[in-house]
C-alpha cells in the first residue's frame, strides 16, 4: 500500500494564480481531509469529506475549494493565492470508527510558497 | 466547536530524564485522544492513543494518562533519547459520529540533549 500520497511537493505561485493540490489514498477510507501546518499554529483543518460526494468546511476553509468525486481521491483547489496561503499542506485519511481504528494517516505534505 | 490547548510549546530536557506534554480539551463528548510525532521535514505520525473509557496506556516508553473529569490528557516519555527529539501534538475527536472531527494542540517542540 502507498497509504496517503500527495502532488507535488513543492510549489512556488504567484498572488493571484489558482491550482490544485492532489491527495489520493489507497486504504479504502471514508473520512479525508485536509491541514494547513504554520509556525506556532499546529495543524488547522481546512475541509473534510466523509465519502465520495459529501464535503464540509472545517476551521479555515476561506480561499479553498474541495470536491469528493471517488473514495480514494480529495483535491483541494486554491482559487486566487494570496501570500497569507503560504504554508505546508497536509492531506490525512482515516477509517470510520465502528470498521477499524482511529488513526489517522498523514500524507507527506506540500510546501507552497505564495509570492 | 472542540479546543484543545497543548503546554509546553517548548521543553527541554537531558538524556535520561523524563518529559510530560499536557493537553486540555473542551468538549466533554471527545472521545478518542491520539498523540503524533512530526519529526522537521515529515510527517505527523501517530505514537500512542487512548479512548476515553480508558484512564491510562502504556507502550513501552511512552504513555498517556486521561482525565475526563479535569478534561485533560498528559504524554509521558522516560528514559528520552536524541531520538525522541520531535514537535509532539496532541488532539481530540468529538463524538457523536462515525467521523468526528480530530482538532489538534499547538504542538510542543521536544529537544532532548545528549
Known amino acids: 500500500n502507498a497509504g496517503v500520497t500527495q502532488t507535488p511537493k513543492f510549489q512556488v505561485l504567484k498572488t493571484g494564480q489558482s491550482m490544485t493540490l492532489q491527495c489520493a489514498q489507497d486504504m479504502n477510507h471514508e473520512y479525508m481531509s485536509w491541514y494547513r501546518q504554520d509556525p506556532g499554529m499546529g495543524l488547522r483543518l481546512i475541509h473534510y469529506?466523509?465519502?465520495?460526494?459529501?464535503?464540509d468546511q472545517g476551521e479555515v476553509p476561506n480561499g479553498y475549494n474541495v470536491s469528493r468525486s471517488t473514495t480514494e481521491d480529495f483535491p483541494l483547489r486554491l482559487l486566487s493565492a494570496a501570500p497569507s496561503q503560504t504554508s505546508v499542506y497536509f492531506c490525512?485519511?482515516?477509517?470510520?470508527?465502528?470498521?477499524?481504528?482511529?488513526?489517522?494517516?498523514f500524507g507527506p505534505g506540500t510546501r507552497l510558497t505564495v509570492l | 466547536g472542540e479546543n484543545v490547548e497543548q503546554h509546553p510549546s517548548t521543553l527541554s530536557v537531558q538524556e535520561g530524564d523524563s518529559a510530560v506534554i499536557k493537553c486540555t480539551y473542551s468538549d466533554s463528548a471527545s472521545n478518542y485522544f491520539p498523540w503524533y510525532k512530526q519529526e522537521l521535514g515529515k510527517r505527523p505520525q501517530l505514537i500512542i492513543d487512548?479512548?476515553?473509557?480508558?484512564g491510562e496506556k502504556k507502550d513501552q516508553r511512552i504513555a498517556v494518562t486521561l482525565n475526563k473529569t479535569a478534561k485533560h490528557f498528559s504524554l509521558h516519555i522516560t528514559e528520552t533519547q536524541p531520538e525522541d527529539s520531535a514537535v509532539y501534538f496532541c488532539?481530540?475527536?468529538?463524538?457523536?459520529?462515525?467521523?468526528?472531527?480530530?482538532?489538534f494542540g499547538q504542538g510542543t517542540i521536544l529537544t532532548v540533549h545528549p
Open positions: 488532539a481530540a475527536i468529538t463524538g457523536g459520529t462515525s467521523y468526528g472531527k480530530l482538532t
Open positions: 490525512a485519511s482515516r477509517d470510520w470508527v465502528g470498521r477499524g481504528t482511529n488513526e489517522q494517516f
Open positions: 469529506s466523509v465519502g465520495a460526494g459529501i464535503t
Open positions: 487512548i479512548r476515553s473509557n480508558v
